[in-house]
Structure formats: C-alpha cells, structure tokens
C-alpha cells in the first residue's frame, strides 16, 4: 500500500487551487462539497469558476501565485495544465507546509484524490494508487447504485442518536440495534413518513431492544478454505462480519483474517503436527465458554471444518452446553489443488472413487487398506503427509504398487507462495527431503499436473 487512506479534517482550514481551466474546475466540483475555506489563484480563471465565487462558494486570486498564498492551507491542488508552472507553484506550497497535489502527476504528488461516493456523512472513498482510475469509476458507479440516498439522512439522525443507545451494552446488543435501524426500521420510516418519521421510528426501536432478552451465544463452525480469500464462501464472509470472537487454526491466513469485522476479539488456537499444540478439549471449552458469555462465535478452519477438522467433538461440546450453531462448509485443499494442476479427483475410466487420507492421527502413522490403494488407477488426497511420507511410500511399494504411479505435492495450496511438485512414487520420499517444504502441502497419489500427465501419455503412445 502505497498511499495510506484517511479521511482529513478540513472543515474551516484553507485548500488552495492554482489554475483556472478545465481541470481546475473538475477538483473544485469535488473540493466545494466539503465545509473547507477555498481560495483559486490564476491569472486566466473560467467563467463558472467566478460564479462559484460570487455564490460565495470560493475566494479568487486573478494572478499568478506567489510566495505566501498558501500559507495555512491544510491541501494544495496544482491544476494549471502547464508541467512547468504546476512544478513552480507546487515547490511554493510545498515550501508553505501544505499537502500537495498535481493534478494528472502522480510521482510528484504527496496524496492523491480517490473516487468518492457521496452519502454525508456517509462517505465512500475508492483508490487504485492511481494505476487504474477506470477501474475506480466503475467501482464508484457500482455502488452509488447500491447505496440509497437516503442513507445520508439515517445517518445523520443516527449519528444525534447515539448517545441515547449508550444505555445499550456495548457488542453485540447496541450492534444488533444499529443494523435494524439502517437496514429495516430506519428506511421503512423514510418510505412511510419521510424524515419526520425516523425519530419517533428510533425512539420505538430502542424501547424493543432495552426489553429484549439479553442475546444467546451462538457458533458457526465455518471452513476458511485453502488460503486465497477470494476462495472463502459468501457465507463465510457474513459469519466473519458479524463475529464477536474469532478462534482460529494455525493454517488459517492473515488474509482471511483480516476479513473479520474489526473490533472482534482474535484467538490463535494452532495446532501443530507432532509439536506444540493447544489440546482439543481446551479448545471445545474456549469454544463454548464465549458462546456461553453471549458472544457470537466463529470457529474457522483452514479448508472444510468437515475433513479431518475435529468438527464432530466440537460439536459434541456445543450440544452439552445446549449452544446452537452452524456449520458453514469451505473450499476443500483437496478441490483447491486438484483444480491448480488441471486434473479431476475422478475420471470414467480411471477411478470411480478418490480417498480422503490422513498422513497421521493423534497417536502417530494411520492405517489404511494399502492394498486397495496400491492397485492401478486408484486415487488418494493425503492431507499432513509431509512428514510420513517415506511410510506412505514404503506401504504403497510393498503392497504391489507401481513405482512410476505419479505424485503431485503442492505446497500452500492457493496461495501467493504455492509451489507444486510433480514426482513419481518411488522419488517420493528424496523429492519432499530436497523440497524443504515449510508450510501447509497435500500429496496426490496418482494424479500428475495436467501437462505433465500429457507428456507422459505422448512417451507411452510413441514407445
């Protein structure tokens, strides 16, 4: 990130604007929305430039800036559509303490203007570090569509309100109040009553949420996907946004969890592979103790909390403690990654069936029918099996299988930093040794990345 995004004080501070043309009257259809003192300083100013002015909406200076026009201005626009008297007032604004901006000259420019919705107080601001302004626009277009304009009018009355909802506690009640009354009360009292009705709207509103029950504690058991956020289910999305509590495994992303709302509380509770690990009967407990407080609870697992998640004791635990939950499925690795090397995890003609495996259970090495699965054709997705691969591999080969059946192991599954590697069973294990892989990897046994797989049926075919 690049330009840090803020949203500046201005009210009653100076902006200076040097030009007096087209692009100068392009900012300043923008700047004269705020509550700014506004001074324009050219020697050739456009004619609705001095209306605005004679409105009262603006000061003009009819020269060309000197030293001391912008002293006390909090932003300076360079708009004079000339790089070298743009790059001669900028030095003195620069030199005057204001925040300086070129117009159309982004490496020269201290901030940048982003495209903006406008619903005061409401305002949506949207940049793209000045790399895509059609992308912005659109962006912008998107959602004045989407937002209603009188959403600027609920939250200004909100916003005098809200010292009365302060006898609401602070969370997840006095949250549940706000989004009624943005999303349901407020506008059915503009469509009914028109601004008059809002108030006395508001005042009902509040009266039902002071006698309300106090909220139950709830939980959704949500899967997180294998890492891209762009994986995460819409589903997902609106359980992270409504979160109190967010406990999360070790393999879940810093990106997804940035997607949580912003006040929730964050709690690691990592697991590692024959290491450190918090234990699962803390973890059920932490689970329902903050159900329990009232909270609303996301319990996000990396993938589907329904493969090899531990998900059925954690449910157990919320069952006894009479907590009502959800379960919210993700993206498995396993569809993640098969869909990256090109392949399917079933084919007519190959296999009719995939296996789901794990490298290891709680006690060490699992057990599977090794001779099923050593028999040609067959197709398994080995989760945590980095560190028991020559055990897979020892099992596979003496159980009868081939040892040119291909493995696919792909490291970080969706993530910026993924890496696959194509081997053959009998270089498993020397393959995973020299990789030094350092995160999360599942292992295909009997797929191979599409273009690999084709250039070995193209070596068969001419044999």
Known sequence: MKHFPIFLAVEGRRIVLSG?????????RLLMKTEAHLTVIAADIADDIHKWASQGKLRIIERAMEPGDALCAALFYAANEDDAEDARVSAIANAEGALVNIVDNLADSQFITPAIVDRDPVTVAIGTEGAAPVLARAIKADLEERLPTSLGILARIGKSFRHAVEVLPMGRKRRDFWSSFYFNAGPK???????PGVIPALETLLDNHIMADTNEGHVDLVGAGPGDPELLTLKARNALDKADVVIHDRLVTGEILELA?????????GKTGFGPSMKQED?????????LDGHHVVRLKAGDPTVFGRLDEE???LEAADVSYQIIPGITAASAAVAIIGQ???KRGRNSA??????????????????ALAQPGEVAAIYMGKKSARFIQGRLLMHGADPATPVTIIENVSRADQQIIATTLAELEPTLTQADLQGPAITFYGLAPRDAASQIENIREFA
Not at 20 to 28: F, I, Q, T
Not at 189 to 195: F, M, P, Q, S, V
Not at 283 to 291: C, G
């Open 20 to 28: 007096g043309g087209d692009a100068a009257m392009a900012k300043l």
């Open 261 to 269: 709302r912003r006040e929730a509380i964050i709690i690691d509770a």
């Open 344 to 346: 399917s995890l079933t």
């Open 189 to 195: 009292a503009i469509a009914e009553a028109g601004e």
């Open 315 to 317: 449910i157990e635990a």
């Open 354 to 371: 995939v296996r789901l495996i794990t490298g290891h259970d709680t006690k060490g090495y699992a057990d599977h029918d090794w001779a």
């Open 283 to 291: 973890i059920d407990a932490l689970i329902v103790q903050h159900a």
